[in-house]
């Protein structure tokens, strides 16, 4: 069975930096995707970053600002989170996608608290 267990959450202020990691076990399929999705309250889940094909997509709310990156002997991915704002403050969610041939299968962590405050 898939698990993937995250951390690193917490309080910051604003300016300051966390960062978050995923740990994958169980995964018997390659990896086609990685990534972090977040939601704040009264929110929809929204994309922060991935790892796919090779390359990285950010939402542009955090262009400059986070950095993911992953471990493959580790199965772990991380998020790199500097110069956070009062606005990042969501659950953060990792995500992998893997896939099996053609057929993608999609897991998420439990998710971890990030509050930045004054």
């Known amino acids: 069975q898939v698990q993937l267990v995250e951390s690193g959450g917490g309080l910051v202020q604003p300016g300051g930096s966390l960062r978050l990691s995923c740990v994958v076990s169980g995964s018997r399929f390659s990896t086609y995707a990685m990534g972090w999705y977040r939601q704040a309250p009264g929110k929809e889940r929204e994309l922060v970053a991935i790892?796919?094909?090779?390359?990285?997509n950010y939402a542009d709310s955090v262009k400059d600002r986070f950095t993911v990156s992953s471990d493959n002997a580790k199965n772990t991915v991380y998020l790199q989170m500097s110069s956070l704002k009062p606005e990042d403050t969501a659950v953060y969610y990792c995500?992998?996608?893997?896939?099996?041939?053609?057929?993608?299968?999609?897991?998420w962590g439990q998710g971890t608290q990030v509050t930045v405050f004054s």
């Open positions: 995500n992998v996608v893997l896939r099996n041939g053609i057929i993608p299968y999609s897991y």
């Open positions: 790892i796919i094909s090779g390359g990285t």
